[in-house]
């Protein structure tokens, strides 16, 4: 049975509305005054609110925006009762979060109509956002779950390896993964899915199974340039599958220092190392980017394989945009060659951050702890 809290201070008015109602089959209370009424909406949770516009000490006004600010109470179609026609009043209760009017002297058939129509909306409203908490309930455990495939840190006396992954409210497609494929080859990569929600974070979750699995068919998996052909060609889009990915994929040879990548899309890896011991110089700073359509998007595409040698004390840095799409507070990008300069200095001091820091200084920028988009950003550190 819907309740239904009616506030005046015109006792006619209370037995009038509240005879009708009760009538009607619905659950009604009454509040002579606004404090009393919002300590019984805040007790009872009604349905609506009928309540009148003049009143001594707190006016219909303020009683609805007090109503409408209470989370509990926001789906609570609240009716104010007025004598007050003009264009400008409406606004103003409209402005307070007013869902209807009523106007006096009422017309009780026209009151009735009103009363159905407005718990039909707050029933809708409740219903809905029974849905979302469900949905944000069912994002959270899929957020959880990719978390939960993420590897553990690697600590050795030649390689470490620290990340920091943040999905957005929306929950994104950003996913990475590193891992030995013997004991002298490492793979690593890190892949961005476009889109959010659900339906980008199975393809990220797809991935990681199928590479750790090593399920691609006729592939070498010391080849990144293959790895990324042999993804494009199970991932491609569809009428039902919209989605593409960027990705990059490396394999690091551990006794030569060499580093073989390949890249689809995907905004460059970073290796940067320091400047000589008697230089006053800044990091040296190289993008590792090949050029290749992100996965998915195109068929029989070829991927560019390149390779470099990795100095003594570098780091390698894979991130997702969303470290660095970010807005500052004068509304300007923050843009990936501040992100570029920032890490740069972030050696040239020898690592006197951790990955913490730089999320930190990533948050005040953006302005809060939550990002419109995923953010990834993975560290390897080779040991002298």
Known sequence: ???????????????????????????????????????????????????????????GIEV????????????????????????????????????????????????????????????????????????????SEAADYVCSLLPEPIDTPSLKIDFRFLPSSQLGGDSFDYYWLDGDNLAIYLLDVSGHGLRAALPSVSVINLLRSRALKQVDYYRPGEILKGLNEVF???????????????????PSRKLHYASAGHPPALLIHPPPSNSKSTAIVTPLKTPGFPVGMFPEVEYVEQSCAVPFDSRLYLFSDGIYEIAQANGEPWGIEALMTHLQNHQTRRGDENLSQILDLVQQINGSETFEDDLSLVEVQFVR
């Open 236 to 254: 491609q889009m569809t009428q039902r599958n919209d989605k593409y990915f960027t990705i990059w994929y490396g394999v690091y040879n551990l």
């Open 64 to 139: 609805c925006r007090r109503i409408k600010a209470v989370t509990e109470l926001s789906t609570t179609f609240f009716i104010l009762l007025t004598s007050k026609g003009s264009i400008q009043d409406r606004v103003e209760g409209l402005d307070a979060g007013a869902d209807d009017f009523l106007c006096k002297p009422i017309e009780m058939f026209e009151m009735e109509a009103r009363v159905r129509a407005g718990l039909r909306l707050h029933q809708l409203s409740s219903d809905l956002q029974q849905v979302n908490k469900k949905l944000q309930t069912e994002l």
């Open 1 to 59: 049975m819907e309740h239904i809290l009616i506030i005046d201070d015109d006792p006619a008015i209370q037995l009038l509305l509240k005879r009708t109602l009760t009538k009607r089959g619905y659950s009604v209370s009454v509040a002579s005054n606004g404090s009393e009424g919002l300590e019984q909406a805040q007790a009872t949770h009604p349905a609506m609110v009928i309540c009148d516009w003049v009143m001594p000490q707190m006016n």
